[in-house]
T-cell receptor, first 120, second 113 residues
């Protein structure tokens, strides 16, 4: 089955440092990936849409200079939290859309296991 | 803008009984998809069931079924013969044509032995 991995699964960093989170589609190609943020006991909030070879599209209210997204290949998207602060502590989840597997009229999408970020 | 509302923050059900989780949504789009996802303590999102808006027939997947009322913009999930492994957070989600998901606030379901 289709698998999406995220690395690291848990990261702790000091305030002011930058952290990179990777999202990989292991057995399929993903021209489009999505990044979500989930605060404790809350829902997933879409942050941005990552398109291979082009700039990411950010949701309203998400700082693109703080959350840098790079989608350099068909299997890898990265989210870099720059100058992290304690309020950035959250659970970050990516999803990847299978470029070739269509179900009905849309492409099947798969979620990664998430990355827990703690900023001290 | 799309909004998804789940009015039941927490629910519980006795093992082997049936429970229904509610979801309403608001959109001006005509072509879209609706989903129920399960998030156990591991935080991995697991697809439970999917419904295409253009289909009138309600989706079913083993013990899981939906009641899709397009005019009322309602999409409830029925879990039959509840099992202990069904204990999790359940999110209703709307997907627009661009494939972005918009999630509801979630319902925490506890199955009581």
């Amino acid at each position: 089955g289709a698998v999406v991995s995220q690395h690291p699964s848990w990261v702790i960093c000091k305030s002011g440092t930058s952290v990179k989170i990777e999202c990989r589609s292991l057995d399929f190609q993903a021209t489009t990936m999505f990044w979500y943020r989930q605060f404790p006991k809350q829902s997933l909030m879409l942050m941005a849409t990552s398109n291979e070879g082009s700039k990411a599209t950010y949701e309203q209210g998400v700082e693109k200079d703080k959350f840098l997204i790079n989608h350099a290949s068909l299997t890898l998207s990265t989210l870099t939290v720059t100058s992290a602060h304690p309020e950035d502590s959250s659970f970050y989840i990516c999803s990847a859309r299978d470029s070739w597997r269509e179900v009905s009229s849309y492409n099947e999408q798969f979620f990664g296991p998430g990355t827990r970020l703690t900023v001290l | 803008a799309q909004t998804v509302t789940q009015s039941q923050p927490e629910m519980s059900v006795q093992e082997a009984e049936t429970v229904t989780l509610s979801c309403t949504y608001d959109t001006s789009e005509n072509n879209y998809y609706l989903f129920w996802y399960k998030q156990p303590p591991s935080r991995q999102m697991i697809l439970v069931i999917r419904q295409e808006a253009y289909k009138q027939q309600n989706a079913t997947e083993n013990r899981f079924s939906v009641n899709f009322q397009k005019a009322a913009k309602s999409f409830s999930l029925k879990i039959s013969d509840s099992q202990l492994g069904d204990t999790a957070m359940y999110f209703c989600a709307f997907m627009r044509a661009g494939n972005q998901f918009y999630f509801g606030t979630g319902t925490s379901l506890t199955v009581i032995p």
